[in-house]
């Protein structure tokens, strides 16, 4: 009777679940019918559909990290930054005939140690997460410059077995390892302690401090995790590409807010989730690879790109003022968004 019991919550949670992130994957299938058509069905081959997990398999990573930082209240500016350190140690090391897995740890350790700096930052002191991250993204590309003087530190052939495998000759590497990771996160904040604490924290801090939530501990916690995910998107990156570069990453953390906010996580905390992140960056994607099958100019990608986070954080905001539905939205729009104010 138990295991029918909690069969059945499993069963309402994941159908609970899916009519979350119904209207996203409504919107994603819709972005696929459309590109499909326009490209004869040559979007829908399923080559082109591993390309585009491939693509967004190791921004997501980034932006998982991201998803926590806003949940909190905050943000990271400093992601791609953090990517770059890593990737630049972890190929100079080997270029300097280390063990690859002390480079491999070495580089993620130097993206986790950034992250943690963050952490102690935005916890321990008055400084604002906006400012703290982004002068740690300014002192880390700074480093991985001059680690790698200014060049792409090159790595073995064999290094890229990795960043270029694939298993079963079918699926990248890289994707599965996202998705292992997505599956991870997504436990980590729906069932933990540690989740509750980022969710009771951006929803209210001072809830959060009566509720007995050691906000510091949470906080420095989650930009140390941050800066772990980057460290590790970062390696695989130095091994797709066969090296380290010190502008890797660059415009990485709007990527990550973009997958983020489209995907439903909240600019004023408290509200994400990981696969609504996953499925945001599916979108975008799909945005941005069809757009190139259509040979549309790829600076239409960018005005697109900044067009669809501008509605994303307007509609939430709107959701937030307690009328959220698309028609209410709109009709708030025509009277020039007066009565969201009231």
Known sequence: MRQNEMGNIRTDRFQMALKEKSGLLLVLLILMLIFGFLTKGRFWEIANLINLLRAISLSTIVAFGMTLCIITGGIDLSVGALMAVSSTYC???IEHNAPTLVAVLAGILMAFAMGTVNGFLISRTPIPPFIATLSMMTAA?????MYSGGRPIRTPTGFGAVGNGYLFDIIPYPVIIALVIMIIMSILLNRTKFGRSIFALGGSREAAVFSGIDIKKT???TYALTGFLCGISGV???SRTYSGQPTLGTGAEMDAIAAAVVGGTSMAGGVGSILGTFIGALIIQVLNSGL????VPFYYNNILRGVVIAG????DMHRKSGRGSVTAWFKSLKRGGDSADK
């Open 219 to 221: 906080l420095w916690s």
């Open 91 to 93: 190929a100079g090391l």
């Open 312 to 315: 994303a954080v307007l509609f």
């Open 141 to 145: 590309r700074g480093v991985a410059y």
């Open 292 to 295: 190139n099958y259509l040979n």
């Open 236 to 238: 695989i990156w130095a």
